[in-house]
């Protein structure tokens, strides 16, 4: 029995039943909502599909899920280290390396469980399923029949196969050792390596690592009988045979002596305290067996505190395991129709791993982990499965290795674009926000952060320094701000990377008060007020900043109440030529589309000429984003149907814009579904000034706007950026407390770009 918690084995259990078996559906997408779907889906008009594949077997990429399909395929004879369970009680693992791979890397498995133990009847069984599928993935069959079974379908059939057991499992120890030596400035060639294992993952991770440098004589492999030495004959195989050292030991303990590094592919707590006392100084302690490990890291631990460990547990730091691996390779072969995964391909993953290991944390890891993130060093020498850069650097490294390797039938043609694809796939707000980072870039402005302290402007400045984006200030504390980035494992430095405007000490305190009694002295702030305000407040501070032109642009709101803010914001950077009122414009990244809503925070119930001029604003925002902004003004009434105040106020905004901004693509007022929806619009108005669907949706007053938002944010499981503050007379936006440090690069940007075109 594994030895997991009480607690684990009965939450795992209601996770599995609760709110309905399993952990996957198959989803169509595809309408299939009247008689011509129908048509087309189906019966008659699929035949065009199938007759377009008879002339071209190629469109099957094209017409058909294949290309993006993998099986995951297991007999269910060595499944985690729970060892031969069957393939009926494998399903549930094979279900979640479903899910991995479409959580990571947005690939659609059918996890395929077979009765089959015979080589011949696996290989025919699984060979049998080439036309259903872009790659065959093969798990936890056991050793040594996997050998044969991988190597007779990689021959027969013209899809990859990979056994990720295997090499999945080699990948990532691979890039693991590869950090451990670089961290221990080690070489391979002078290391004892000690396997315990002699299955699927052992053979194949230490076939890897000879590959590495590492040197035969110097590989003692154990198994379950014990040593594998030259002459024994129970429980051999020609895989195993290859590492046998002639040797009296037999067992584990009589060959841990002196190891460098341990791999473990075995069994759970064959690895004792004592064994590992006994091996060289700063060991690489690799324990994956799963779920439980060769040994516990706090014994190993307790006993050799210079130990490096690695378990293939998330419960623990360094966890080696092959979801790390195995939904960035697939998808960087599916996306060229690879032939093969060759070696070539393995050998960019491991090299693409290893280094992203060596880059800076990223925000979303920390999250992840409650917040803690680790620096490259002895407990952070692989990535975490949650960073989301393993999809854009595997994938495309191993994309290329196979076209260099002549095995894409489909090869890329424009890589750029290839990594922009992966990288909306990672962040949905990657391609809307794309244009505004490629204009930030070519002329970066200082955009002051008032909360500079906070972990979530750190990560952020770190994120905005490393895509060159903007030259930040933060308002903070020295002292504080030198823990912090040690903390959170950030290599940005004050002076070389971003500037500092300490609240407690700053040698422009004086000059920022007097500047602040001449914007506000009139607006009731006495000489008193001014100097206590700047010196507590980092808005004030921030705004006083933009207001003297130390920076371009400003961002704040993290904490306290908005209005705060916004009261600091008007007083002191006061609103744009011609503008008589802020209002506020949120975009919300839907899987359905992007869709900007204005005011979702600032005027309560604006009248005609208020959401007229907002809306000209608001137009302004979103032609930043290289989008050309079709606006809907919303009501509960449709062009007329209703004479409500509230219609007739949309209407006299309608009819403003008309005068005001001819050019602008407009209509109202309307209900949303007209909005979103044209063919419904065009039955109820067919000469409607707004094609298609409307991107900016202008709401009625503020709780309407709020109210929308969040439904929508919520329900359309949406990314917002926002909110953008329209109408200051230089940059400046409230963020709100859930901002995360994603949706303050995002807002630098957007805060940039501002700074740039009023300049
Ligand atoms: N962290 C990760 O990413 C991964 C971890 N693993 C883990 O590695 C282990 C092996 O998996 P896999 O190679 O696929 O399975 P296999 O069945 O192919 O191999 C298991 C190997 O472990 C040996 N073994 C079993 N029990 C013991 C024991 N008590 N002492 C020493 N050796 C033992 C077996 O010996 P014999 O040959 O004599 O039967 C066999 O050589 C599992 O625990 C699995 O969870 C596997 C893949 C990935
Ligand atoms: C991780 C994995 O594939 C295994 O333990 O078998
Ligand atoms: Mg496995």
Redesign the pocket.
């Known amino acids: 029995m594994s030895n997991i918690s009480e607690d684990l084995k009965s939450g795992a259990l209601v996770y599995h039943r609760m709110p309905r078996p399993g952990k996957l559906e198959i989803q169509a997408t595809k309408p299939l909502g009247n008689q011509r779907d129908l048509a087309l889906a189906y019966s008659p008009g699929v035949a065009a599909a199938c007759e377009a594949i008879v002339a071209d077997p190629l469109q099957a990429a094209e017409l058909t899920t294949r290309a993006n399909l993998v099986a995951v395929v297991s007999n269910g004879t060595?499944v985690?280290?729970l060892g031969n369970i069957g393939p009926l009680a494998s399903k549930p693992v094979m279900e979640g390396k479903a899910v991995l791979f479409k959580k990571f890397a947005g690939i659609d498995v059918f996890d395929i469980e077979l009765a089959a133990t015979e080589i011949d009847h696996l290989v025919e069984t699984v060979a049998a399923l080439e036309p259903t599928f872009g790659g065959i993935n093969l798990e936890?069959i056991?050793?040594p029949e996997?050998f044969e079974v991988e190597k007779r379908l990689r021959e027969r059939m013209k899809i990859p196969v990979f056994h990720d057991?295997q090499h999945?499992?080699a990948i990532?120890v691979g890039a693991a050792v590869r950090n451990a030596l670089e961290i221990g400035n080690r070489k391979i060639e002078d290391l004892k390596i000690v396997a315990?294992?002699?299955?699927?993952?052992?053979m194949a991770c230490l076939n890897l690592l000879v590959t590495l440098g590492a040197r035969r004589e110097n590989i003692w492999v154990?198994?379950?009988?014990g040593v594998v030495y030259e002459g024994r004959e129970t429980?051999m195989d020609p895989y195993k045979a290859v590492y046998a050292q002639k040797t009296d030991a037999r067992t584990l303990g009589e060959v841990i002596d002196g190891a460098h590094i341990f791999l473990g592919?075995?069994?759970g707590g064959?690895l004792k305290p004592d064994m590992v006392a006994r091996m060289a100084d700063r060991p690489l302690i690799l324990a994956?067996?799963?779920p439980t490990p060769e040994i516990m890291p706090e014994e190993a631990r307790a006993v050799r505190p210079d130990a490096m460990i690695c378990t293939?547990r998330s419960d623990f730091p360094n966890q080696?395991?092959?979801v790390l691996c195995f939904p960035y390779i697939f998808r960087g072969a599916l996306d060229v129709g690879a032939t093969d995964i060759n070696a070539e391909m393995k050998m960019a993953a491991v090299e693409a791993i290893a280094a992203l290991a060596r880059e800076t944390p990223s925000d979303v890891v920390a999250r992840a982990y409650g917040g803690e993130t680790r620096s490259f060093g002895p407990d952070s020498i692989i990535p975490s499965p949650f960073d989301p850069r393993l999809i854009l650097r595997i994938a495309p490294a191993v994309a290329k290795a196979a076209m260099d390797t002549g095995v894409a039938t489909r090869p890329i043609a424009d890589f750029d674009a290839y990594l922009d694809k992966l990288d909306h796939f990672v962040f949905r707000s990657g391609f809307i926000m794309r244009p505004l980072f490629a204009r930030a870039k070519q002329d970066k402005k200082r955009v002051i952060y008032a909360e500079g302290e906070d972990e979530r402007v750190l990560r952020a400045a770190q994120a905005v320094v490393e895509e060159g984006i903007a030259r930040p200030i933060l308002v903070a504390r020295p002292s504080v701000l030198e823990t912090r980035l040690q903390r959170f494992g950030l290599s940005i430095r004050p002076g070389q990377d971003f500037d500092v405007v300490n609240p407690e000490d700053d040698p422009r305190y004086r000059d920022f008060v007097r500047s602040y009694i001449e914007i506000a002295g009139r607006r009731g702030v006495t000489p008193d007020a001014a100097r206590t305000l700047v010196r507590t407040s980092s808005t004030v501070i921030s705004a006083l900043a933009v207001k003297k032109g130390e920076a371009d642009a400003m961002l704040c709101g993290i904490e306290g109440r908005f209005s705060r803010h916004l009261r600091h914001v008007r007083d002191i950077i006061g609103l744009a030529p011609g503008v008589r009122e802020l209002a506020a414009l949120s975009l919300l990244i839907t899987p359905k589309g992007n869709f900007f809503i204005c005011d979702t925070q600032v005027q309560t119930e604006p009248t005609a000429s208020d959401l007229a001029e907002m809306t000209i604003l608001a137009a302004a925002h979103v032609r930043r984003f290289g989008i050309e902004p079709k606006v809907a003004l919303l009501s509960h009434s449709n062009f007329g149907s209703n004479d409500t105040a509230c219609a007739r106020r949309m209407r006299g905004a309608y009819e403003l814009l008309a005068e005001r901004a001819p050019e602008l693509e407009v209509d109202g007022e309307m209900q949303a579904e007209a909005a979103l929806l044209p063919d419904i619009r065009e039955r109820i108005y067919p000469h409607s000034r707004l094609s298609g669907v409307a991107n900016v949706l202008v709401m009625p007053d503020l709780d309407a706007a709020d109210i929308a938002y969040n439904m929508i944010k919520v329900l359309g499981d949406a990314l917002p950026v926002g909110p953008i503050l329209m109408g200051t007379a230089r940059p400046a936006h409230i963020l709100g407390p859930t901002v995360t440090a994603r949706g303050i690069v995002n807002m630098t940007a957007v805060a940039v770009v501002e700074a740039q075109s009023e300049l």
């Open positions: 060595a985690l280290g936890d056991k050793a996997c057991d999945g499992t990532i315990s294992g002699a299955g699927a993952a052992a154990c198994d379950i009988e429980l592919v075995s069994a064959v994956l067996a799963n293939g080696v395991n092959n």
